[in-house]
């Protein structure tokens, strides 16, 4: 895991860490609800793979759906 940007770690991984951290315990969850709102850091995830940190890329695929303003 890395550092927390305060203590010096690099914001944009920290970032990445913490999301894909977020989507495996929803992913796992022991509670079916939880596994069923992976598709919100999912759609993080592929931005960020997508280097579009600023969310400005447009169209931000949600879920099957194509967001564009």
Not at 30 to 49: A, C, M, S
Not at 52 to 67: E, F, Q, T
């Amino acid at each position: 895991m890395e550092n927390p940007p305060i203590k010096g770690g690099d914001e944009k991984r920290w970032t990445a860490s913490y999301i894909e951290t977020r989507h495996q315990w929803l992913k796992y969850h022991e509670k079916k609800i939880l596994r069923k709102t992976i598709y919100r850091t999912q759609t993080f995830l592929n931005e960020i793979t997508r280097d579009n940190w600023n969310l400005d890329k447009l169209p931000v695929n949600a879920n099957d759906v194509n967001v564009t303003t």
